[in-house]
């Protein structure tokens, strides 16, 4: 008996993973089509401000392809007159 319960057990929690994974896999493909399609600028970034990924609308406005973008700090796309307004932002962002 122990046996069959624990293959109950195993698949059930294997159904979970399945579940699981399928919702991660279609919230991955929803954000990947916001992304892509999104009118407004979107940037990615890494914990040291530099750009991991861009999309076709912030290239558009920019004018500049994605891979021209990506490893850049994004303070560097910021009129210097409003970086510190920007560095403040972000302070408030990560911290909460």
Known sequence: MPAARDTST????????GRAEERLRQSEERFQSVFDH???GILLLDAEVRIQRANRALC???????????????TELIHP???????????R???G
């Open 81 to 91: 007159a409003d970086r510190s307004a920007s560095d403040a932002m972000r302070t």
């Open 60 to 74: 558009a406005m920019l004018q500049f392809p994605e891979q021209e973008l990506i490893g850049r700090v994004v």
């Open 38 to 40: 999104a009118p407004m």
């Open 10 to 17: 195993s698949t059930a929690r294997d159904g979970a993973v």
């Open 93 to 95: 962002i990560v911290a």
